[in-house]
């Protein structure tokens, strides 16, 4: 069933000494059931000898996803990490993401992959789905909006304080397209990447 928490399977077979660390790891069935059908072929390129071998250098990954792209993004995020070890640079950016796990889950997450941000317009109510206390999120938090302000890792009370996130229509993927873009004009770093 897609809302009970699964176990991380496959992950414990390239990570069992760090899970021993961190025991209960859970993800979301329906997120682990996703990502499960797709991973093999991912995997199987992103970790080919020839591939990473011929880049000159470690293998750098920059992942993303929005929603549901965001937790599998996660999820491939940490088993990429296991396979390739420290020698691996990676980095996600997700946009509207779900929280993907249990708590442990969370802090495996955060621990292997310290270079994550998740990206939440301010009022995007799919950013707090599933709900607490089974899940957790991992990874630093990134509150975005409209009219171009960006808030990384926002204390306690910030986030006691925040507007409620209600809105599903803060979650469609031109809205985080647009606050990116709002974001980097309001600084001027959109002439200077269109110069690149």
Not at 52 to 77: D, K, R
Not at 181 to 193: K, Q, S, V, Y
Request: glycine letters at 10%; a negative charge; charged letters at 15%.
């Amino acid at each position: 069933t897609d809302t009970l928490l699964h176990p991380a399977e496959s992950l414990e077979k390239g990570a069992s000494a760090l899970l021993q660390l961190l025991e209960g790891v859970r993800v979301h069935a329906g997120f682990w059931q996703a990502y499960d059908s797709i991973s093999e072929v991912l995997l199987e390129t992103l970790t080919d000898p020839e591939i990473v071998g011929g880049l000159g250098g470690p293998p750098e990954f920059v992942l993303t996803g929005h929603s549901l792209g965001g937790a599998l993004a996660m999820l491939l995020a940490v088993e990429l990490q296991l396979r390739l070890g420290a020698e691996a640079t990676l980095s996600v950016y997700s946009f509207g993401q779900p929280r993907a796990g249990n708590r442990a889950w969370a802090q495996l997450y955060t621990a292997l992959v310290p270079a994550s941000f998740r990206c939440v317009l301010r009022n995007d109510v799919v950013s707090t789905m599933p709900g607490p206390p089974f899940y957790a999120h991992g990874g630093q938090e990134v509150i975005m909006d409209l009219v171009g302000n960006v808030h990384c890792n926002p204390s306690f009370v910030e986030k006691v304080f925040r507007p409620p996130r209600n809105s599903l229509g803060d979650h469609a993927l031109g809205q985080y397209m647009l606050a990116v873009e709002t974001a980097l004009a309001m600084r001027g770093w959109d002439r200077a990447a269109r110069e690149l």
